[in-house]
Nanobody
Framework: QVQLVESGGGLVQAGGSLRLSCAASGSISSNNVMGWYRQAPGKQRDLVASITSGGSTTYADSVKGRFIISRANAKNTVYLQMNSLKPEDTAVYYC?????????WGQGTQVTVSS
Protein backbone atom coordinates (compact mmCIF):
# COMPACT_ATOMS: atom_id res chain seq x y z
CA GLN A 1 0.00 0.00 0.00
CA VAL A 2 1.41 3.38 -1.04
CA GLN A 3 0.45 6.50 0.87
CA LEU A 4 1.30 10.14 0.19
CA VAL A 5 0.98 12.79 2.87
CA GLU A 6 1.11 16.46 1.89
CA SER A 7 1.80 19.44 4.10
CA GLY A 8 2.57 23.13 3.81
CA GLY A 9 -0.55 24.63 2.29
CA GLY A 10 -2.26 27.68 3.69
CA LEU A 11 -3.23 31.29 3.17
CA VAL A 12 -0.71 33.80 1.87
CA GLN A 13 -0.81 37.27 0.37
CA ALA A 14 0.02 37.87 -3.27
CA GLY A 15 3.76 38.07 -3.73
CA GLY A 16 4.42 35.74 -0.83
CA SER A 17 5.88 32.24 -0.71
CA LEU A 18 4.87 28.79 0.46
CA ARG A 19 6.65 25.45 0.48
CA LEU A 20 4.71 22.25 -0.02
CA SER A 21 6.03 18.85 1.02
CA CYS A 22 4.81 15.38 0.15
CA ALA A 23 6.15 12.22 1.75
CA ALA A 24 5.44 8.88 0.10
CA SER A 25 5.57 5.60 2.00
CA GLY A 26 5.08 1.96 1.09
CA SER A 27 6.47 -0.20 -1.69
CA ILE A 28 7.70 2.34 -4.22
CA SER A 29 9.94 1.79 -7.19
CA SER A 30 13.21 3.71 -6.97
CA ASN A 31 12.71 4.68 -10.63
CA ASN A 32 9.69 6.95 -10.48
CA VAL A 33 8.27 10.37 -11.19
CA MET A 34 6.90 12.58 -8.44
CA GLY A 35 5.16 15.86 -8.82
CA TRP A 36 2.26 18.18 -8.22
CA TYR A 37 -1.05 18.89 -9.89
CA ARG A 38 -3.54 21.56 -8.88
CA GLN A 39 -7.25 22.01 -9.26
CA ALA A 40 -9.13 25.27 -8.86
CA PRO A 41 -12.91 25.29 -8.29
CA GLY A 42 -14.77 24.45 -11.50
CA LYS A 43 -11.58 23.68 -13.40
CA GLN A 44 -9.74 20.55 -14.40
CA ARG A 45 -6.73 19.20 -12.57
CA ASP A 46 -3.57 20.47 -14.27
CA LEU A 47 0.08 19.54 -13.94
CA VAL A 48 2.16 22.10 -12.05
CA ALA A 49 5.57 20.43 -11.96
CA SER A 50 7.18 17.02 -11.99
CA ILE A 51 10.60 15.55 -11.26
CA THR A 52 12.09 12.18 -12.08
CA SER A 53 14.21 10.16 -9.70
CA GLY A 54 17.15 11.27 -11.84
CA GLY A 55 16.33 14.93 -11.24
CA SER A 56 14.80 15.94 -14.59
CA THR A 57 12.09 18.54 -14.12
CA THR A 58 9.04 19.78 -15.99
CA TYR A 59 7.02 22.91 -15.23
CA ALA A 60 3.76 24.37 -16.42
CA ASP A 61 4.36 27.61 -18.31
CA SER A 62 2.30 29.51 -15.75
CA VAL A 63 4.72 28.71 -12.92
CA LYS A 64 8.09 28.76 -14.69
CA GLY A 65 10.51 31.10 -12.95
CA ARG A 66 8.38 31.21 -9.79
CA PHE A 67 8.09 27.60 -8.57
CA ILE A 68 10.89 25.14 -7.91
CA ILE A 69 10.37 21.40 -7.55
CA SER A 70 12.91 19.23 -5.76
CA ARG A 71 13.06 15.84 -4.11
CA ALA A 72 14.89 13.75 -1.53
CA ASN A 73 15.08 10.27 -2.98
CA ALA A 74 16.16 8.63 0.26
CA LYS A 75 13.02 9.96 1.92
CA ASN A 76 10.66 9.50 -1.07
CA THR A 77 9.74 13.12 -0.53
CA VAL A 78 8.97 15.82 -3.08
CA TYR A 79 8.89 19.56 -2.41
CA LEU A 80 7.39 22.52 -4.20
CA GLN A 81 8.80 25.94 -3.39
CA MET A 82 6.27 28.52 -4.57
CA ASN A 83 7.45 32.12 -4.84
CA SER A 84 5.83 35.30 -6.13
CA LEU A 85 2.43 33.74 -5.59
CA LYS A 86 -0.56 35.14 -7.46
CA PRO A 87 -4.30 34.90 -6.74
CA GLU A 88 -4.62 32.63 -9.77
CA ASP A 89 -2.39 30.10 -8.01
CA THR A 90 -5.25 29.47 -5.58
CA ALA A 91 -6.18 25.79 -5.81
CA VAL A 92 -6.01 22.43 -4.10
CA TYR A 93 -2.55 21.01 -4.75
CA TYR A 94 -2.17 17.24 -5.14
CA CYS A 95 1.08 15.36 -5.12
CA UNK A 96 1.57 12.09 -6.94
CA UNK A 97 4.09 9.34 -7.53
CA UNK A 98 4.10 7.28 -10.71
CA UNK A 99 6.04 4.35 -12.14
CA UNK A 100 5.04 1.84 -14.79
CA UNK A 101 1.26 1.31 -14.63
CA UNK A 102 1.03 2.63 -11.06
CA UNK A 103 -0.12 6.11 -10.09
CA UNK A 104 -0.83 7.22 -6.53
CA TRP A 105 -2.21 10.51 -5.24
CA GLY A 106 -2.13 12.46 -2.03
CA GLN A 107 -5.26 13.83 -0.39
CA GLY A 108 -4.60 17.41 -1.48
CA THR A 109 -3.65 20.58 0.35
CA GLN A 110 -5.35 23.95 -0.07
CA VAL A 111 -3.33 26.96 -1.19
CA THR A 112 -5.12 30.30 -1.09
CA VAL A 113 -3.48 33.50 -2.34
CA SER A 114 -5.22 36.73 -1.40
CA SER A 115 -4.91 39.88 -3.47
Amino acid sequence: QVQLVESGGGLVQAGGSLRLSCAASGSISSNNVMGWYRQAPGKQRDLVASITSGGSTTYADSVKGRFIISRANAKNTVYLQMNSLKPEDTAVYYCYVRWGPYNYWGQGTQVTVSS
